[in-house]
């Protein structure tokens, strides 16, 4: 049977508008700012594509302000933790002389030049003052807040924009949310890969993400007629600012995703 794509995409939104909104209804206080539809399996061609590898409907994502402070916060904690481990890890109570009394005096044993002035010796450090004054910075480190936050403030990938925490629709709060039950999705991807046999893998692929597109936009309209306004896109990071150019408005760019308002929207797929 013939894959009717336009149904494809009217399933894909009404799926999507329903979850969404059910998600919303069920944390009322919460400010959701963003969701996505993965792309969770495609190919570039034929040739490349494997039996664990077929054409797979999207899975949903959503999330919060809320949710994301407190997924960032686990992980400062986490991190914490670590560092903590860290830095228990070093002698903290080391058996040495006072090395500001060290520095102040000089002993008999000690060998100077005509001028009376200390000759270094070999190892200008015998007590690790140096080692010291790092372990002690190390442990300060730790409890400064802005140290520990730096990292999470940090892109995860180089490059920033879609590629921060913020935009990992992967690891959101809701994330990976089926469409449809079980059978309805086997049913789907078996027409995609079906599809994909009779048509070539890569007229299909593209048809594939303009339906996906097309879908997005659609929950993102709908759900604005909710007052409720999000951040909607389709997420794959093989073509993520070819699909954000294609998903979001020009205001949404322009606040979101300023470094992609210059870039040549090319064909995804």
Request: net charge negative; charged share 35%.
């Amino acid at each position: 049977m013939e894959l009717d794509w336009n149904l494809l995409e009217r399933e894909i939104r009404s799926a999507a508008v329903r979850i969404a909104r059910e998600v919303v209804s069920e944390h009322p206080g919460q400010t959701f700012y963003g969701l996505a539809l993965e792309v969770t399996a495609t190919a570039p061609d034929a040739a490349d594509v494997a039996a664990d590898e077929p054409l797979r409907l999207p899975v949903l994502a959503l999330n919060s302000e809320q949710a994301l402070d407190r997924d960032l916060s686990d992980e400062e904690r986490q991190l914490r933790a670590y560092d903590q481990e860290l830095a228990a890890g070093i002698d903290t109570d080391p058996v040495v002389a006072d090395p500001v009394a060290d520095a102040d005096e000089t002993t008999d044993e000690d060998e100077t030049d005509a001028a009376g002035e200390p000759v270094d010796a070999e190892d200008t450090d015998p007590l690790k003052v140096d080692e010291l004054a790092d372990a002690e910075d190390a442990r300060e480190a730790v409890e400064d807040d802005d140290v520990v936050l730096d990292p999470l403030d940090a892109p995860v990938e180089e490059g920033g924009g879609f590629y921060s925490r913020r935009w990992d629709a992967s690891s959101w709060h809701w994330c990976s949310m089926d469409l449809f039950d079980d059978d309805h999705v086997e049913a789907w991807n078996e027409r995609l890969n079906q599809a994909a046999s009779e048509h070539g893998w890569e007229n299909t692929v593209r048809q594939y993400y303009r339906t996906l597109i097309a879908a997005v936009i659609g929950v993102r309209q709908e759900l604005d007629r909710k007052r409720l306004h999000l951040v909607a896109f389709v997420s794959d990071e093989d073509h993520a600012e070819k699909l954000l150019q294609k998903c979001l408005t020009e205001e949404q760019l322009q606040e979101h995703f300023p470094e992609l308002m210059n870039l040549d929207a090319e064909t995804v797929g």
